[in-house]
């Protein structure tokens, strides 16, 4: 739980013409507040270092939006224009999409299930083994795809508003993440990693329970 700030989560105030947002802790989560200035979807790292084969979770709600608000789980980020989503949205539908060269491509499209919880917190799991994906909402498998595009990248937060002037507030909780192999195909086992302090030209993550610095 976000009880408070000592792992220096990014908080404050953003605004980069695409989206005007504020990031705080409260109540024990980890809030982002924003409002489009375009159709935008806004990510936060929650590692430091690229994985491969991994198994990544995080609580999520949406607290109030506008039509068409989504938020999840980003993850094999290679950089801003190559990476996949796995989103939900309020209307008890999920997707996965796959981001190559700035194209959207849909991988399993807005599907509905039940195992979705509107206006109520739920929790979002990614296993991922090679090219083999499979998700999970409320410990219910959901399901899964295959595709080789992205092999290794960064893993992280999302949220999507769909149109400019759309607004929502989201909230995250108890973010963890288990992987098995390193970026070179090492093998590591089992690891815990969090993003203590972002800045630029520097991170520093908690790595099995130590602390590492990253330039």
């Known amino acids: 739980a976000f009880n408070n700030n000592n792992n220096f989560w990014y908080v404050g105030d953003w605004n980069d013409g695409l989206v005007k947002s504020t990031r705080s802790i409260e109540g024990g989560k980890y809030r982002w507040t924003l409002r489009a200035l375009k159709r935008v979807t806004l990510i936060g790292l929650a590692v430091a270092a690229e994985v491969v084969e991994f198994k990544l979770g995080v609580n999520v709600i949406i607290v109030g939006s506008s039509a068409n608000a989504s938020l999840g789980l980003m993850f094999r980020q290679i950089d801003d224009a190559n990476r996949y989503y796995f989103l939900i949205s309020d209307e008890g539908e999920f997707a996965v999409f796959l981001i190559d060269q700035n194209q959207w491509i849909s991988l399993i499209d807005w599907t509905p299930t039940s195992a979705i919880n509107p206006g109520e917190e739920n929790r979002l799991k990614i296993e991922a083994?090679?090219?083999?994906?499979?998700?999970?909402?409320?410990?219910?498998?959901?399901?899964?795809?295959?595709?080789?595009?992205?092999?290794?990248?960064?893993?992280?937060?999302?949220t999507s508003l769909d149109a400019a002037g759309d607004e929502g507030t989201f909230e995250f909780d108890d973010i963890d993440l288990y992987q098995a192999m390193c970026d070179n195909g090492t093998p590591m086992g089992k690891a815990f990693v969090n993003l203590l302090k972002s800045s630029p030209g520097e991170m520093t993550i908690l790595f099995n329970g130590m602390q590492v610095t990253v330039r």
């Open 129 to 158: 083994v090679g090219d083999q994906f499979a998700f999970y909402i409320n410990n219910t498998w959901v399901g899964g795809t295959k595709d080789n595009t992205h092999s290794h990248g960064y893993v992280g937060l999302v």
